[in-house]
């Protein structure tokens, strides 16, 4: 706001000088042309002095030359007098030219008016209109950051930042959910770990009894003896029933993956694709290959279905060997097969069956950045759009591919 001030400040200085100048020209000018008429009278005076006579068809403003006579002062013009070789000339002549430089002048400052006035209130616009309400904006991405808006942020009707506030205000109750749902997956992942630790203290204080007792001889019957192995064993069982429980809720679902189930064209999809990676994959010199296609309508949510294609892409560019990536089509009358093959693959067959898995991560990973987050959850989101997802390898090419319904 306050380089605008300045700019508005310059703006306005500049409009004031401009007036000044061009004033100060048509001053000068309009001074200049109100003399004409005495440099005329001066030129034909000479002429008359030399040659008795002076021919004013060439004059701009004398109109009559009036030798001493009967109606000597009898004129409906400007006049002057001139005393020439003793006889008195009378020299008429008109102020036209003045009075057009004088309307002239008039035309110039009018124009400059309205010149200015629109300037002025062209920048008034833009600072009230744009720059005003942005800068109340600009503090709120850094309040979303904080965490500080919890309120929602009123709508305008400004053709300028309607969308914006629209985006601000879904970003924000993206933010308020994505927090109660952490603060809830810690309350249940709190609770689940009393309540098994609790579990556990049980048969887990039997077993210690019990290994207790074996370890002082208390029972010297084998037949106790081997009753007593058996409890141990039937409570080390039980143990591992709620490890069980702890590795299973380890695995359940931690992401809530929300699907807005709708209708969309392959076309959709794949422009959508084609449009972030084509650029992408020139800079790094990788051929990207888009096969032939038959457009259709897909069932699915076509946002989850590009984060989908974008994460096997992703994962495309990480594990390759960075020379190509095709976006194929593989024909199927039932569902719609959208697969993408890269090679340099170095992953065992035998790791297939886990690469859909949370947390897992291959041996080729290596020093690549990553959680093993990306495949798992492309399969958690097509099953949810009621598709499915599976990779195989052959030789050191791998394809993934997704399965869509139709709609």
Same mark, same amino acid.
């Given at each position: 706001m306050k380089a605008f001030n300045k700019?508005?400040?310059?703006? @306005?200085?500049?409009?004031?000088? #401009?007036?000044?100048?061009?004033?100060?020209?048509l001053a000068a000018d309009r001074t200049n042309g109100s003399?004409?008429?005495?440099?005329?009278?001066? =030129?034909?005076?000479?002429?008359?002095?030399?040659? +008795?006579? @002076?021919?004013?068809?060439?004059?701009?403003?004398?109109?009559?030359?009036?030798?001493?006579?009967?109606?000597?002062?009898?004129?409906?013009?400007? !006049?002057?007098?001139?005393?020439?070789?003793?006889?008195? !000339?009378?020299?008429?002549?008109?102020?036209? +030219?003045?009075?057009?430089?004088?309307?002239?002048?008039?035309?110039?400052?009018?124009?400059? +008016?309205?010149?200015?006035?629109?300037?002025?209130?062209?920048?008034? !616009?833009?600072?009230? @209109?744009?720059?005003?309400?942005?800068?109340?904006?600009?503090?709120?991405?850094?309040? #979303?950051?904080?965490?500080?808006?919890?309120?929602?942020?009123?709508?305008?009707?400004? =053709?300028?930042?309607?969308?914006?506030?629209? +985006?601000?205000?879904?970003? =924000?109750?993206n933010i308020e959910q994505q927090k109660q749902r952490e603060l809830e997956m810690q309350k249940e992942k709190k609770t689940l770990l009393l309540s098994l630790s609790?579990?556990?203290?049980?048969?887990?204080?039997?077993?210690?009894?019990?290994?207790?007792? #074996?370890?002082?001889?208390?029972?010297?019957?084998?037949?106790?003896?081997?009753?007593?192995?058996?409890?141990?064993?039937e409570k080390a069982e039980e143990i591992e029933g709620y490890v069980s429980q702890i590795i299973t809720a380890s695995r359940e679902d931690f992401f809530s993956f929300e699907v807005n189930m709708g209708e969309f064209y392959l076309s959709e999809l794949v422009e959508k694709i084609a449009g972030y990676y084509k650029e992408k994959l020139a800079l790094i010199k990788t051929d990207f290959i888009i096969g032939k296609y038959k457009n259709c309508l897909l069932s699915g949510d076509l946002s989850r279905s590009v984060e989908v294609m974008q994460n096997i892409m992703e994962n495309a560019l990480k594990y390759g060997d960075g020379r190509r990536v095709e976006l194929i089509f593989p024909e199927d009358d039932e569902c719609v097969q959208i697969a993408i093959m890269n090679g340099g693959c170095t992953l065992e067959k035998d790791d297939l069956t886990h690469i859909f898995e949370s947390f897992w991560r291959g041996a080729n990973a290596g020093n690549i950045g990553g959680n093993g987050l990306g495949l798992y959850i492309c399969r958690q989101l097509m099953r949810k759009m009621n598709g499915e997802i599976f990779a195989k390898i052959d030789n050191d090419i791998i394809t993934v591919t997704t399965v869509f319904a139709r709609a």
């Amino acid at each position: 706001m306050k380089a605008f001030n300045k700019i508005f400040s310059v703006v @306005a200085i500049a409009v004031i000088l #401009l007036f000044v100048v061009v004033n100060i020209i048509l001053a000068a000018d309009r001074t200049n042309g109100s003399r004409q008429y005495r440099v005329e009278i001066s =030129r034909l005076v000479h002429e008359i002095e030399t040659n +008795g006579s @002076a021919d004013i068809s060439e004059c701009v403003y004398v109109t009559n030359i009036e030798r001493y006579g009967e109606k000597f002062y009898i004129t409906d013009s400007d !006049y002057v007098i001139r005393e020439i070789n003793g006889e008195l !000339y009378r020299f008429d002549y008109n102020t036209n +030219g003045y009075s057009d430089k004088t309307q002239l002048t008039g035309i110039v400052n009018a124009v400059l +008016g309205v010149m200015a006035i629109l300037i002025i209130t062209v920048l008034l !616009y833009i600072k009230f @209109a744009i720059l005003m309400p942005f800068e109340r904006l600009s503090g709120i991405p850094y309040e #979303l950051s904080k965490g500080n808006l919890a309120a929602p942020i009123k709508e305008t009707k400004s =053709r300028f930042f309607g969308k914006f506030l629209w +985006g601000i205000n879904i970003l =924000r109750e993206n933010i308020e959910q994505q927090k109660q749902r952490e603060l809830e997956m810690q309350k249940e992942k709190k609770t689940l770990l009393l309540s098994l630790s609790h579990d556990i203290k049980t048969p887990l204080s039997a077993i210690k009894l019990y290994s207790a007792a #074996l370890s002082k001889n208390l029972y010297s019957d084998a037949e106790k003896q081997h009753k007593i192995a058996e409890n141990i064993n039937e409570k080390a069982e039980e143990i591992e029933g709620y490890v069980s429980q702890i590795i299973t809720a380890s695995r359940e679902d931690f992401f809530s993956f929300e699907v807005n189930m709708g209708e969309f064209y392959l076309s959709e999809l794949v422009e959508k694709i084609a449009g972030y990676y084509k650029e992408k994959l020139a800079l790094i010199k990788t051929d990207f290959i888009i096969g032939k296609y038959k457009n259709c309508l897909l069932s699915g949510d076509l946002s989850r279905s590009v984060e989908v294609m974008q994460n096997i892409m992703e994962n495309a560019l990480k594990y390759g060997d960075g020379r190509r990536v095709e976006l194929i089509f593989p024909e199927d009358d039932e569902c719609v097969q959208i697969a993408i093959m890269n090679g340099g693959c170095t992953l065992e067959k035998d790791d297939l069956t886990h690469i859909f898995e949370s947390f897992w991560r291959g041996a080729n990973a290596g020093n690549i950045g990553g959680n093993g987050l990306g495949l798992y959850i492309c399969r958690q989101l097509m099953r949810k759009m009621n598709g499915e997802i599976f990779a195989k390898i052959d030789n050191d090419i791998i394809t993934v591919t997704t399965v869509f319904a139709r709609a």
